[in-house]
């Protein structure tokens, strides 16, 4: 049983350290062309959100003698392109807020299927999971007004 905590727990941390991860890379692409002030300042403060959740996943895999995996450079590219095709440069806030929109509404499917299906995982691992569940969630909210 041990073992397969341990696992989980690994499984868990990577795939919060992996969300954070492509957050951060779909904002750097999006924020050089965010006209809107507000919605830049908005934007920033996920950034550094995902960055914060990011590096607390990464120093608990370090912790535990593992490094952390990257986002697959396939999927990388993927999002990279679909950014680039919705959000080129004449891309409105609204365009934009609806990427990150989906995003995070991917994010939420995602780490509640983690959640449901690591039960095992260590109470520290699933509250930061929990924080970046709340985060997504939050994200979503704030982005409603610029849809």
Do not use: W
Request: aromatic share 8%; charged share 30%; proline share 3%.
């Amino acid at each position: 049983m041990q073992e397969k905590k341990l696992d989980e727990n690994k499984d868990l941390l990577e795939y919060i350290a992996k969300n954070c991860e492509m957050g951060k890379s779909a904002i750097k692409q999006l924020f050089p062309v965010i006209q809107n002030e507000t919605f830049k300042r908005l934007i920033e403060s996920q950034y550094r959100e995902y960055d914060e959740i990011y590096d607390l996943a990464a120093k608990a895999l370090k912790a535990r003698g593992e490094d952390v995996a990257g986002v697959n450079p396939a999927a990388k590219f993927s999002s990279y392109m679909m950014i680039r095709m919705n959000a080129g440069k004449a891309a409105s806030d609204e365009e934009m807020a609806k990427l990150m929109f989906k995003g995070s509404s991917t994010g939420i499917a995602e780490i509640t299927k983690h959640l449901n299906h690591l039960p095992a995982a260590q109470q520290e691992t699933r509250d930061l999971a929990g924080r970046l569940l709340a985060f997504e969630q939050r994200n979503i909210e704030e982005l409603k007004p610029y849809l």
